[in-house]
Nanobody, 121 residues
Framework: QVQLVESGGGLVQAGDSLRLSCAAS????????MGWFRQAPGKEREFLAG????????YYTDSVKGRFTISREKAKNMVYLQMNNLKPEDTAVYYC??????????????WGQGTQVTVSS
């Protein structure tokens, strides 16, 4: 099992940038694929970005492609989400998650508590 703690959320203006961090603990962290998700009020949780165990491949949903970048530092047990050109519709609670097998939504079994991102227009 992997324990995850997100940080870095806050209130920003449209066009600003934020970097979210996710600190992972647990002996098997390095064997997990990692992902970032978000959930806006009244909406379902959605996948945003994923990175493979090796860090060699990344995947993004269309709405954030070109604006968000996922990365990981295995030596520090960290995963990041760099978010540029933020829009009001990016307002949501952002979650870090870990998957022992691939980047399919159903395989993400470990979740952080979430960090709020609010983008004002």
């Amino acid at each position: 099992q992997v324990q995850l703690v997100e940080s870095g959320g806050g209130l920003v203006q449209a066009g600003d940038s934020l970097r979210l961090s996710c600190a992972a603990s647990g002996r098997t962290y390095s064997t997990y694929a990692m992902g970032w998700f978000r959930q806006a009020p009244g909406k379902e949780r959605e996948f945003l970005a994923g990175i493979t165990m090796s860090g060699g491949s990344t995947y993004y949903t269309d709405s954030v492609k070109g604006r968000f970048t996922i990365s990981r530092e295995k030596a520090k047990n960290m995963v990041y989400l760099q978010m540029n050109n933020l829009k009001p519709e990016d307002t949501a609670v952002y979650y870090c998650a870990a998957s022992p097998s691939g980047l399919t939504y159903s395989t993400f079994g470990s979740w952080g508590q979430g960090t709020q991102v609010t983008v004002s227009s």
